[in-house]
């Protein structure tokens, strides 16, 4: 596996392998198995695989989200030799920003919801280093998690707008063996802390499948009202949308492609997790 810190060594590797077909994996590190699927996804479908490992700090919102993201990259660099992960780029914020540009990107409604809505410049931030990205790599395909489903969106809707050749892959989420989507986030909750956040994936699932029985708003009552029985937890929001536009639903016939979203405190920890109700 090599491991690349500048720009210029990393761009000179793919130069020389410019046969090949590059799938790119971005990641914020403290990885997991969900950052694995993709490296498999990536492994499967292209010659070479580049994952990034970048706490990337212009989409934190919060500086003390920032300062307290997980960082583990020891154990992220032992876990994608394991994989077999060819290339790993670790670039420093000013390899990443001292020769770019940034841009106010505009992705109309798709990013004035949800987590547009709730973290202000979250996602101009992650469409800027994805471009950044995306000029260093210039990927032939690029994986992203459906966990972060409006951030896929966004990505898809990025890929448009810049006219990029590079093709967007979208991968399941992956679960620990109670529900709970996997996330870097976890790793900041406690063994009973982390228990208790199933409660988050078996609401949603209860609603998948229980829908037709009600109305869009008696779910969200249902997936509100669950929630506050544990003080331990802050809805921060839950809407049903469609999963395409993005934008809320206030009746099950308004869309034939209807997604939960929820973004979840415990404590000060963030889960955000989906379920597709119907497609
Ligand atoms: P992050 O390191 O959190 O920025 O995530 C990097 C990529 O991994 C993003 O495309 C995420 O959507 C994806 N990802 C994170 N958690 C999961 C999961 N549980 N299952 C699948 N993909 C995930």
């Known amino acids: 596996m090599l491991i690349f810190e500048s720009v210029s060594s990393l761009q000179q590797y793919l130069q020389e392998n410019a046969n090949k077909s590059i799938g790119f994996v971005p990641t914020m590190g403290a990885l997991h198995n969900g950052h694995l699927s993709l490296i498999d996804a990536s492994q499967k479908k292209c010659d070479l695989t580049v994952c990034s490992i970048f706490v990337n700090p212009t989409q934190f919102n919060k500086k003390e989200d920032l300062e307290k993201y997980p960082r583990n990259v020891e154990q992220d660099l032992r876990l994608l030799e394991q994989q077999r992960c060819d290339v790993v780029f670790l670039p420093t914020v000013e390899e990443m920003y001292d020769d770019y540009t940034f841009k106010e990107f505009d992705f109309g409604a798709l990013g004035n919801v949800m987590e547009g809505e709730h973290r202000p410049g979250h996602f101009n931030g992650v469409a800027n280093v994805i471009q950044r990205f995306f000029e260093i790599i210039n990927p032939t395909y690029a994986f992203f998690g459906e966990k972060d489903f409006q951030q896929l969106a966004i990505v898809k809707a990025l890929v448009n707008q810049l006219d990029s050749p590079t093709k967007i892959i979208g991968c399941p989420i992956l679960r620990e063996k109670t529900g709970l989507a996997m996330s870097s986030r976890n790793e900041r909750l406690s063994k009973e802390e982390r228990d208790e956040a199933k409660i988050i994936f078996e609401l949603l699932s209860n609603i998948k499948l229980n829908y037709s029985r009600g109305s869009v708003e008696e779910m969200k009552t249902y997936f509100a009202n ?14 049903i949308a469609d999963g395409n536009t993005l934008q809320p639903l206030s009746d099950w016939s308004q869309s034939d492609y209807c997604v939960a979203f929820t973004a979840v405190n415990m404590g000060n920890v963030r889960l955000i997790d989906n379920i597709t109700i119907f497609n």
């Open 226 to 239: 669950n929630l506050a029985k544990s003080n331990k937890f802050q809805l921060e929001y839950f809407d």
